[in-house]
C-alpha cells in the first residue's frame, strides 16, 4: 500500500516537473528570441501562449498592451460572428414584385432586397434575370427598387484610407454587392488600340480605350478622386494581361447592371426607373439567393478578404442589436463591446475596435483580448469547428500558403495573418508534440520590414510545434 501511494506519488511529481520543464523550456526559448531580434530594437511586439489542453498559461510579453492588430482582429469579428448568428446561418437576397401582370406587362415595381452579401455573383445576378424572363414579362410599367435598408450609406469604415481606392481590397460597402463591388478587365494586343472586355457587363461604367503601338507599360484607372466610373486603359499592350478595380456606388452597379443585363433579355426598365426604398411587406417572392455563412467565413480567414469580414461584422450586428436597420458601424461598434462584455468577459472601455477587418488604424486591442477569443471558440464545437476550418494553413492555402512549409509547423499551425502598415501580426493554433493545442497570439508593431517579424513570428511557432 505504502509502495503505491509512493509510486502515485512520484508519477505525479514527474508529471508536474515536465510540465514545468515544457513551459520554461518555451519561456527561456521565446525570451531568447526576443533579445536576439535586432529588428525589435526599433520595434514593439506582444506575445501571449496558452495550452488550451491543460489549461495552463505558457507565456506572455507585453500582453496587455495595445496594439493596431491588422487582419488579426477578423478574429474577433469570426468568432463574434459565429457565435451569436451559429454555423448555418445563410444569407439571402430576395427577388420580388408588386402589383399584377397582364399579358407580357408587370403593372408594378420590382424590389431587390439587399442583405450584404460579399459572395453576389455574376452567376446570381443571371440567376435572377432568368427568373424573371421566366415569367413572361417583356415590359415593365413601374420602377427596378433596391431595398439597402440594412445598413447607413456610409460606405467605408471609421479610419479607413481614402487613398486605398480603387483597389479591389477596399470596395464601396452596400447591402447590395455585385462581384464584390469590383469590375474584372481583360486587354488583348490587337496592333493598333488593344481590345478591352470588362466583367460584368454593364452600363454603368465606360470605357475609355488610349492603347496604342507604343508608349508605356499597360494602365488600367479611373478618376477615382471624382468618383468617376470611367475606366481608361492606355499604354502598349504586348501580351495579354488582365487586372481588376473597385467601382464607385456599388448599389447602383448592382441596380443599373441588373437593368441593363434584363434589357439584353427583351425585359425594358427605363434608367431613371431604378429607385431605393423599403420592401413593402406584401410584395410577391420571385427568387432568393441563399449564401451560408461557411462561405463568407472561410473567404474572410483564409483569403483575409476585408469585405467579407465586414459582411459578417454587420450581420451580427443586426442580431445582436435585434434586427435593427439602418445599421452604421458605431453600432457594431457597440454590438461587439456588449458581446466582449457579456460573452468574453472583458472590459470594452479599454480597447478600441471600429470595424470587422482590422483596416483602421483607429482598432486597439491587446495579445490578451485577442487570445480570449481563440479560448472562447476552443470551448464551444459549434464554434470551434467551422473557424479552424477556416484559418489558413501553414505551407497549404490562404496567407500562409508560402510560410511555414516545412518541420513541425508544416500542416500543423492554423493561424489568422494581419499586415498593415507598420503592423505585422500572427494568432491561432498549433498542435504540440505531447499533442496538446496551444493557442498563440503575437502583434508585432512598429514594423518597416514585414520579412523580419514574419521570420520572427514563424520561429515562435516552431518554438512551440517542437518544444517537450
Not at 531568447?32 to 530594437?41: A, G, M, Q
Not at 435585434?322 to 454590438?335: C, I, P, W
Amino acid at each position: 500500500m505504502t509502495r503505491t501511494i509512493f509510486k502515485t506519488f512520484s508519477l505525479f511529481t514527474m508529471l508536474l516537473f515536465c510540465v514545468a520543464s515544457y513551459s520554461q523550456t518555451i519561456a527561456d526559448r521565446i525570451d531568447s528570441l526576443i533579445s536576439h531580434s535586432s529588428f525589435l530594437n526599433t520595434s514593439e511586439v506582444g506575445i501571449m501562449v496558452y495550452d488550451l489542453t491543460s489549461k495552463k498559461e505558457l507565456y506572455r510579453y507585453q500582453a496587455e498592451k495595445l496594439y493596431r492588430p491588422a487582419s488579426v482582429e477578423k478574429v474577433i469579428t469570426s468568432v463574434t460572428a459565429l457565435s451569436v448568428l451559429g454555423k448555418d446561418y445563410q444569407i439571402k437576397t430576395g427577388l420580388s414584385y408588386s402589383g399584377y401582370i397582364e399579358g407580357d406587362t408587370l403593372y408594378g415595381d420590382i424590389y431587390v432586397k439587399g442583405d450584404f452579401d460579399p459572395e453576389f455573383m455574376q452567376e446570381d445576378m443571371e440567376s435572377m434575370v432568368e427568373a424573371i424572363s421566366n415569367m413572361g414579362i417583356h415590359g415593365v410599367k413601374g420602377r427596378l427598387i433596391g431595398d439597402v435598408s440594412m445598413m447607413d450609406s456610409v460606405y467605408w469604415g471609421p479610419g479607413w484610407a481614402w487613398d486605398d481606392t480603387p483597389d479591389t481590397f477596399q470596395p464601396y460597402l452596400s447591402p447590395l454587392m455585385l462581384n464584390r463591388g469590383c469590375v474584372n478587365i481583360s486587354i488583348t494586343p490587337a496592333g493598333g488600340k488593344a481590345n478591352v472586355e470588362i466583367k460584368p457587363e454593364s452600363d454603368f461604367y465606360t470605357v475609355d480605350n488610349r492603347t496604342s503601338a507604343s508608349g508605356g507599360n499597360v494602365k488600367a484607372t479611373r478618376n477615382w478622386l471624382y468618383n468617376d466610373n470611367t475606366i481608361t486603359i492606355s499604354g502598349n499592350v504586348r501580351h495579354k494581361t488582365s487586372t481588376s478595380m473597385n467601382i464607385f456606388d456599388t448599389k447602383g452597379f448592382f441596380m443599373h447592371t441588373l437593368r441593363y443585363q434584363l434589357q439584353g433579355k427583351g425585359i425594358f426598365i427605363p434608367r431613371d426607373s431604378v429607385a431605393y426604398d423599403n420592401l413593402p411587406e406584401n410584395t410577391k417572392g420571385i427568387i432568393t439567393v441563399y449564401r451560408d455563412i461557411d462561405e463568407v467565413l472561410k473567404r474572410a480567414l483564409k483569403e483575409s478578404d476585408n469585405l467579407s469580414a465586414e459582411a459578417l461584422f454587420f450581420h451580427a450586428t443586426r442580431e445582436i442589436s435585434n434586427g435593427r436597420k439602418y445599421l452604421s458601424h458605431k453600432d457594431g461598434q457597440d454590438a461587439i463591446y456588449k458581446f466582449m462584455k457579456t460573452d468574453i468577459g472583458f472590459d470594452s472601455r479599454k480597447f478600441r475596435i471600429v470595424d470587422g477587418c482590422g483596416v483602421s488604424d483607429y482598432n486597439y486591442v491587446s495579445p490578451e483580448l485577442v487570445m480570449e477569443y481563440l479560448k472562447y471558440a476552443f470551448s464551444s464545437p459549434l464554434i470551434f469547428h467551422p473557424f479552424y476550418d477556416s484559418l489558413p494553413i501553414a505551407g497549404i492555402d490562404g496567407t500562409l500558403q508560402y510560410r511555414m512549409g516545412k518541420g513541425k509547423t508544416f500542416r500543423n499551425v492554423r493561424a489568422k495573418t494581419g499586415t498593415l502598415t507598420g503592423v505585422c501580426s500572427l494568432a491561432g493554433y498549433v498542435t504540440s508534440p505531447a499533442k496538446h493545442t496551444i493557442a498563440f497570439v503575437i502583434i508585432n508593431q512598429n514594423v518597416l520590414k514585414y520579412v523580419s517579424a514574419r521570420r520572427f513570428q514563424d520561429e515562435i511557432c516552431n518554438i512551440l510545434s517542437t518544444c517537450n
